[in-house]
C-alpha cells in the first residue's frame, strides 16, 4: 500500500458546544431500542478526542454497528444526542457528512462495474467534489488501499478482502477530518490486516480522527491511542489506550523463566511480591519446552528490579526476566468476566 497522502484534517474543526470539549465525537445517553423491544445501545456517553484513534470494541451485538449508524445519521436514536464534528445528528448531517468518511457494511457497488468505475459513480454523485481533480483523487485512494492492479476487475470477481479495500477507497474520496470504519479488517488476511492498520496510521499522522470499531482485540490494540469497550449495549470503559490497561488489577506482569523443579519456588516468591504489595497473588505457569517453564504474576507495585533479587535469594537461576503489560483482552475479561467473542 502507498504512503501517498489523500486525505487530511482542516483547522477548523468545531468543537461540541455543550458537554463533549475538543471531541470528535460527544454523545449524551444515546439510546436506541428496537421495536422488537431489544435495547441495543443503552444511554452511552462516547466521547472521541480530535486526533484520537479510537478503538470501538465489543463483541459481535453488543451494539457497536448500531452506534455507528446513529453517529452518522442512518438510525435515529430512541433517546439521547450524538455530536459530531459539532453537529447535532442527523440535524446537521447534510454540513457534517461530506466530512466524515465512512465505512459502514460498504456501499452499493455495482457488480458489473470495474472498482475504478465504482469509485467513479460514487464521485459523481457526491456534489461536495470537484469532477476536474476526480481522475487523480480516485488512483490516489485506489494507491492507497492497495488496488490500482486490480482496478479494472469487475467488482462481482472482487475477493470479500478486495470488496473491503474498495469500501475505504471509497472513504477517501476526499480529505476527511473524521473516518469512522466498521470493522474494517473484516474478511482480510493477516496481510490486509497489517496494511489497514498502517493505513489508519498514516491517516492519523495526516490529522485525520478515526474511530474503528472491531470485535477482534489485538487487531486495534496495536494502532489505537483511546478505545471504548462495548458489551451488551453498554460502553463498560473509555479513555486513553495505556490509561484503561493500567487502570484494573490486571496491571503489568512479571513472567520469569526458570527450571522446572523451581516453578514452585518461583510462583511463591512472585506471589509474595505480589500479595504484600496488595495485588493479585494469582500465579499461572506456562509450559516450557523441555526443563524450562515460565511463571507469570502481577507486580502489584513491586517493581522488576525487586524481582530477580527476591528469585535469587530463594536459589530459583533466572533464566529470564521480562515484564509483560496487560492486553486489552484481558481488560475486557476482567471487567465483564467473559471472553471476548460472545454474541447475545
Ligand atoms: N434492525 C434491528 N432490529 C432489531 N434488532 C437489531 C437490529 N439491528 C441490530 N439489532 C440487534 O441489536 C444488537 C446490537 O447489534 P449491532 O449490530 O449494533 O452489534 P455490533 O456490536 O455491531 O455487532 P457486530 O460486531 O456483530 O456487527 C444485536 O443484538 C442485534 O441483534
Redesign the pocket.
Known amino acids: 500500500m502507498s504512503t501517498a497522502a489523500t486525505a487530511h484534517a482542516t483547522d477548523d474543526v468545531p468543537t461540541a458546544p455543550e458537554g463533549g470539549g475538543d471531541a470528535v465525537v460527544a454523545t449524551r445517553g444515546l439510546t436506541k431500542r ?3 423491544g ?1 435495547v ?2 443503552d444511554g452511552i456517553d462516547l466521547r472521541v478526542p480530535r486526533g484520537a484513534v479510537y478503538g470501538f470494541l ?11 449508524r446513529m453517529l452518522l445519521g442512518l438510525v435515529q436514536p430512541s433517546a439521547g444526542e450524538a455530536r459530531v464534528l459539532g453537529g447535532a445528528m442527523p440535524r446537521d448531517s447534510a454540513r457534517v457528512l461530506p466530512r466524515v468518511g465512512a465505512l459502514v457494511e460498504g456501499p452499493a457497488f455495482q457488480p458489473y462495474l470495474t472498482g475504478r468505475r465504482n469509485l467513479e459513480r460514487l464521485d459523481a454523485v457526491d456534489a461536495t467534489t470537484d469532477p476536474r481533480t476526480k481522475r487523480t483523487r480516485i488512483a490516489a485512494a485506489l494507491d492507497r488501499v492497495g488496488l490500482t492492479a486490480a482496478a479494472t476487475k469487475p467488482y462481482r470477481q472482487y475477493s470479500l478482502g478486495m470488496k473491503q479495500r474498495l469500501g475505504l477507497a471509497a472513504a477517501l474520496l476526499r480529505p476527511r477530518d473524521l473516518l469512522i470504519l ?2 474494517p479488517t473484516n474478511g482480510l488476511d493477516p496481510q490486509g490486516t497489517r496494511e489497514v492498520r498502517q493505513l489508519i496510521r498514516e491517516l492519523a499522522d495526516d490529522g485525520a480522527s478515526v474511530l474503528v ?1 472491531s ?1 477482534l482485540l489485538s487487531e486495534i490494540d496495536q494502532v489505537c491511542t483511546h478505545v471504548g469497550v ?1 458489551s451488551r ?1 453498554r460502553l463498560l470503559v473509555q479513555g486513553e489506550r495505556d490509561v484503561v490497561t493500567a487502570g484494573g488489577r490486571t496491571r503489568e506482569r512479571a513472567v520469569v523463566t526458570t527450571t522446572r523443579e523451581h516453578t514452585e519456588a518461583a510462583s511463591r516468591v512472585l506471589g509474595r511480591l505480589a500479595g504484600d504489595a496488595g495485588g493479585d497473588p494469582l500465579v499461572t505457569v506456562g509450559t516450557g519446552e523441555g526443563d524450562v517453564v515460565t511463571v507469570t504474576s502481577p507486580l502489584g507495585a513491586a517493581a522488576l528490579t525487586d524481582v530477580a533479587p527476591a528469585l535469587v535469594a530463594a536459589g530459583v537461576p533466572v533464566l529470564g526476566l521480562r515484564t509483560d503489560r496487560p492486553s486489552l483482552e484481558d481488560v475486557f475479561v476482567e471487567l465483564t468476566g467473559e471472553g471476548f467473542d460472545v ?2
Open positions: 428496537f421495536r422488537s431489544q441495543a445501545v465489543g463483541p459481535n451485538g453488543s451494539g457497536k454497528t448500531t452506534t455507528i466498521d470493522e470499531s470485535h462495548m449495549g454474541a447475545r
